[in-house]
């Protein structure tokens, strides 16, 4: 009796064990499933090369790079983990209210240079993928550096204003009558990678002109001009699907000449680390896209 009652113990021990461990190994795989997710959004979204100072040794994610613009000098925020400089103080809440409806945690109206107006199209789900790896990364003590703009964009209250007239909050609603593959180019293009941001033109108020929808800025971040990107003469005609997957994965043009400025840096530091899928997604949306002609210099 005594004996069958050990061996009993032992094997209810065991099975609590087992249950724990099984269980923690589930949590663990969850969790490093949320964060292969979140690095992937991360590298799609391009963060690590707009709020990184690369140029003068900041520290990953503190923030502080000059964005140059007709309205002013933006600079980005600090989005490292650390509770009083970056947003390791963020909830849910706050990140969604961000990243999908462009409003701070206090409830101020971010500036568009934030690209919210494309994030609005992110799912939550992803959204808060990214979120869990941002707080995986280092905390980084470093205050935000005002931004200096013009006036009258130095009035943050007219914002308000500007969401009526130009923003429009997601979901991302799928093409219909599109193949699966151009439906996920198309969410990789204009929710998380947010090319139009930079490679359509905007109006006088800052807002993206969608008749002009990936056609080239001659005035994009930092003064560059930022290329076509629809199948026209003037853009991407005559290239194939395996030339963008090229160029966004080395950099390099099907001439061999490569990229310069802000793209080889989103190239560098994020879609080089996309799947084959995605990019070629992203070549396949990029192909079924209308053509608009505009003729841009090459050099400003």
């Known amino acids: 009796m005594i004996r069958a009652t050990i061996i009993a113990r032992t ?13 923690w190994a589930t949590g663990a795989a969850a969790d490093e499933g949320l964060l292969e997710r979140g690095e992937h959004v991360f590298r799609a979204a391009g963060c690590l090369s707009c709020h990184t100072d690369f140029a003068r040794g900041g520290r990953e994610l503190a923030g502080g790079r000059a964005l140059k613009t007709p309205f002013g000098t933006f600079h980005t925020p600090n989005i490292s983990p650390d509770p009083a ?16 409806h462009g409003v701070g945690p206090g409830g101020a109206p971010y500036y568009p240079a934030f690209p919210y107006t494309s994030y609005t199209l992110m799912r939550d789900d992803d959204a808060l993928a990214l979120k869990a790896y941002l707080f995986s990364r280092p905390p ?37 009558d599109a193949s699966e593959e151009i439906n996920r180019g198309a969410y990789l293009v204009d929710a998380l990678a947010h090319c139009g941001e930079c490679h359509t033109a905007r109006n006088p108020f800052g807002a993206v002109d969608g008749s002009q929808y990936l056609a080239g ?40 000449d490569n990229v310069q400025g802000s793209m080889a840096e989103v190239i560098k530091h994020g879609l080089k680390y996309l799947s084959d899928a995605d990019l070629k997604a992203i070549a396949a949306y990029l192909a079924a896209i209308p053509p608009i002609e505009n003729t841009l210099p090459t050099r400003r």
């Open 11 to 23: 094997l209810f021990a065991l099975g609590v064990a087992f249950g724990l461990t099984s269980g």
């Open 85 to 100: 400089t970056g947003i390791g103080a963020w909830t849910d809440e706050d990140f969604l209210g961000a990243v999908r």
């Open 140 to 176: 980084v003590v470093r205050e935000n550096t005002p931004h200096d703009l013009n006036f009258p964009f130095n009035l943050r209250f007219l914002m308000l204003g500007w969401r009526l007239l130009f923003f429009n909050e997601g979901p991302f609603e799928p093409l219909p």
């Open 217 to 256: 800025n001659r005035d994009g971040p930092d003064r560059e001009i930022v290329p076509n990107l629809t199948p026209d003469t003037t853009g991407l005609a005559g290239w194939s699907q395996a030339d963008i997957v090229y160029l966004l994965r080395t950099g390099f043009r099907p001439n061999f």
